[in-house]
């Protein structure tokens, strides 16, 4: 085959798609028998990725505009709020089989239950099954990557880990809302939230492992007790969690046998720590740097997945990231949001909240005659 795709996460099936419809053999597996069990993503889309991306409307919760900002004391909230839909919840797993459909309908073929061993010079071994030849590796596996090892290329340093909650609510009982939640006693360097599409709540929390002594699965529970915003439990719960990357863009992604896509290639905003819009982004150039590769054998075209370019153009919110790390008492929490209600503050907070400047944009590094164009 030309080209195995090993796991089946947005950035994979996205990946795989795009390769398909360019004439190329694909194969994507995952370790998963079901792509509606390990999701690890809240599945929130923000408005670029809604406006650019052709996203199942059908798997999409109502728009959300209205974002609140919480310090510890969990009083006088910062209120943020658009005069567009900024956000949308998906329900990821239905975002995933849809996914999936478009890759096969492009030719790619997709087996699940099938977990990527290790590969070496075109030979790519799997637990409990027969291995198979491949021109070219798209590790799609996740922040701790087991693809970018083998291949030689960056690994992931500087993780969160995150987890949640998710619940249905009775429609039409609240109105749709994002609340955050600054404090380092239950998410130390990141932060606790809610966000309600006016269907499902998702009440989580995140941070840096040292810093959560007592464990996130007890941290998740305290928060989710009395969390702002959170709407009483209707039905069963699901439990969702994950590391994920926040040391920006890897630099090394790519070499003549294989390449990085989505968390695995540490594709998440650092500040933020959205990976969707990112994800699907690198994907297109991963796809058509690839196939300029496999068409032309000319490893220059590689060149242009380069991971140290893009950080260059968001330095900007590495910073950031390292000052939101520095937060470490409730007091400092206390006066980070206390900053963010005179105009000045309250403009810079809607610019990472609301701006479009999430992600470096790629389409540039499209443009190109050695780039294969479907």
């Given amino acids: 085959m030309d080209v195995l795709v090993v796991g089946a996460g947005l950035a994979g099936l996205h990946t795989a798609r795009l390769l398909a419809r360019r004439d190329l053999s694909v194969m994507v597996v995952d370790s998963r028998r079901s792509l509606s069990s390990g999701v690890r993503t809240t599945g929130i ?29 969990r009083r006088a909230p910062v209120r943020l709020t658009s005069d567009r839909d900024e956000y949308r919840v998906a329900d990821m797993a239905g975002v995933y089989e849809h ?22 010079t075109g030979l790519v071994r799997f637990a409990g099954a027969e291995p198979v030849t491949a021109r070219f590796i798209v590790g799609a596996d996740g922040a701790r990557s087991r693809v970018a090892r083998d291949l030689g290329l960056d690994v992931n340093r500087r993780l969160l880990v995150g987890a949640e909650i998710v619940h249905p609510i009775a429609s039409g009982t609240t109105t749709p809302a994002f609340h955050c939640v600054l404090d380092p006693r239950v998410a130390p360097g990141y932060l606790g939230w809610v966000i309600d599409d006016g269907r ?38 699901e439990r969702r969690g994950g590391p994920i990357p926040v040391g920006g863009v890897l630099r090394r992604l790519a070499c003549p046998a ?117």
């Fill in 99 to 120: 996914a999936r459909r478009a890759a096969e309908a492009a030719g790619a073929r997709v087996v699940l239950g099938v977990r990527y061993a290790g590969a070496s």
């Fill in 258 to 374: 294989g390449l990085l896509v989505g968390d695995a290639a540490g594709a998440v905003s650092p500040l933020t720590a959205g990976g969707l819009d990112p994800c699907l982004r690198m994907s297109e150039l991963a796809a058509a740097v690839t196939a300029g590769y496999l068409r032309t054998g000319d490893q220059r075209i590689l060149s242009r997945y380069d991971g140290g370019a893009l950080r260059t153009r968001f330095r900007g919110r590495l910073l950031l990231r390292r000052v939101f790390a520095g937060i470490r008492s409730p007091a400092a929490a206390e006066a980070a949001v206390a900053l963010l209600r005179g105009r000045a503050g309250r403009r810079a907070a809607a610019r990472v909240l609301f701006g479009d400047g999430s992600f470096p944009d790629v389409s540039p590094l499209l443009v190109s005659p050695a780039i294969d164009h479907p």
């Fill in 200 to 237: 499902h709540a998702h009440v989580g929390v995140a941070g840096y492992p040292g810093g959560m002594r007592t464990g996130i699965r007890h941290l998740l529970d305290e928060f989710a007790a009395d969390a702002p915003g959170r709407a009483a439990p209707a039905g069963p719960i």
């Fill in 45 to 73: 889309f923000v408005r670029r990725t809604l406006d650019d991306f052709d996203l199942p409307d059908h798997l999409l919760g109502p728009g959300v505009r209205d974002v609140l900002l919480y310090p510890p004391s």
